[in-house]
């Protein structure tokens, strides 16, 4: 008498296909046969679960089970997977590409392979980045050959059927009860065999090609910034369609700007005496130049904003700020009349300074002093 197919798979009548599913995946996993070598019981449950699986994973054979039992599916010729095959054709719904098996999931080797993506690595300068450009360049790759259309074959001639696996680009070689699915060796999986080769392609079914490419970059890129252009890559073969073209932007840098995102950085070499008294000056800016009041005392490293100075943003919606910073700087190679000027006024400001200066030194070392007279008594 015929075991129950539902007690084989450990599952009950009413179970799903996908509770059906993750039950004989785990029996088949554990009666695999390579896991269980020269066990003729795990083989026999191993082989059990393909056919109890074959039929509740298959709707029509799963009614007539349920209705007629064994009996119903011997009347419509059915007799189970006798064939190793047959097994290893139901293993692959579960297990996929995961012990190599061939099978009804693998792409058609004979069907159009689309072609290659390619990357370009383009330097601009920094101007450039900040406002957008216009570039052209050249790509060579390789692409569908005229001559033979991408078939590969000299004109009046057609590509061969490989001999060795039929068409199918991969080939079954047995280890046992084992079956495993490998790439063609003597087609490389492609199905086909090129018996007269396209002479300005060599049978490849491409050729190189150099090509002009504009590049529209917008305003706002950095480096690491990404440009696709779709279609622009390798040709594909059998009728495939071509990759794409990646443009990786690189931003030289700038003598004077620095940039973090879409804010631009100056330092400004300010003279003692404007930071002093206060002045206007003429900032450079990526536009241009913007006029900014510089106000007395400035000191260095003072850091001024200019709003919407700064890069705009790739989407094109707002600009990025400005920020100058004040490099005050000291002055060197005096003259004679120069020095003389400085001491005086070094004479006239500085001496109220270093009297403050050394009247709150004092007040506080004295003050210290009575705290720890005070403090002894």
């Not at 010729?77 to 293993?91: K, L, Q």
């Not at 009728?239 to 990786?248: A, H, M, N, Q, T």
């Not at 060197?332 to 109220?352: A, I, N, V, W, Y």
């Amino acid at each position: 008498m015929s075991k129950c197919y539902y007690e084989i798979l450990g599952v009950s009548r009413d179970a799903g296909n996908d509770v059906i599913k993750k039950s004989y995946r785990k029996l088949a996993m554990k009666y695999h046969p390579d896991r269980n070598p020269g066990d003729a019981e795990a083989e026999a449950c191993f082989k059990e679960a393909a056919e109890a699986y074959e039929v509740l994973s298959d709707a029509q054979k799963r009614q007539l089970y349920d209705t007629y039992g064994h009996e119903g599916l011997k009347n419509t010729g059915y007799r189970g997977p006798g064939s190793s095959e047959d097994i290893f054709s139901h293993m692959s719904d579960i297990f996929g590409d995961l012990f190599g098996f061939g099978g009804r999931r693998q792409r058609d080797p004979n069907g159009p392979v689309p072609g290659d993506d390619l990357r370009y690595d383009l330097e601009i300068s920094f101007m450039d980045a900040v406002h957008g450009v216009e570039k052209e360049v050249e790509i060579t790759k390789r692409e569908t050959c005229w001559t033979c259309e991408g078939s590969g074959s000299r004109p009046g001639h057609k590509p061969q059927t490989c001999p060795s696996c039929g068409g199918r680009g991969q080939v079954i070689r047995s280890q046992g009860f084992f079956q495993v699915s490998s790439t063609c060796p003597q087609c490389h999986g492609s199905g086909r065999i090129i018996t007269e080769p396209c002479a300005d392609c060599n049978g490849s079914g491409l050729v190189n090609r150099t090509k002009k490419v504009n590049l529209k970059i917008p305003a706002g890129v950095d480096t690491g910034s990404r440009m696709r252009l779709s279609g622009e890559g390798e040709g594909g073969r059998k009728g495939g369609p071509s990759g794409d073209l990646y443009v990786i932007i690189h931003v030289k840098p700038h003598e004077f700007f620095q940039r973090d995102g879409q804010t631009v950085y100056l330092r400004f070499p300010l003279p003692m005496v404007r930071a002093a008294l206060g002045c206007e000056i003429d900032v450079p800016t990526i536009d241009g130049s913007s006029v900014l009041k510089i106000p007395a005392g400035t000191q260095p490293g003072h850091r001024f904003t200019l709003r919407g100075e700064g890069v705009a943003s790739l989407r094109g919606r707002k600009r990025g700020d400005m920020i100058v910073e004040m490099q005050v700087q000291t002055p060197t190679g005096l003259s004679k009349h120069q020095k003389e000027l400085l001491c005086e006024f070094d004479d006239l400001c500085c001496e109220q300074d270093e009297e403050g200066f050394f009247s709150r030194l004092l007040h506080g070392h004295l003050g210290r002093k009575k705290k720890e007279e005070v403090s002894e008594d």
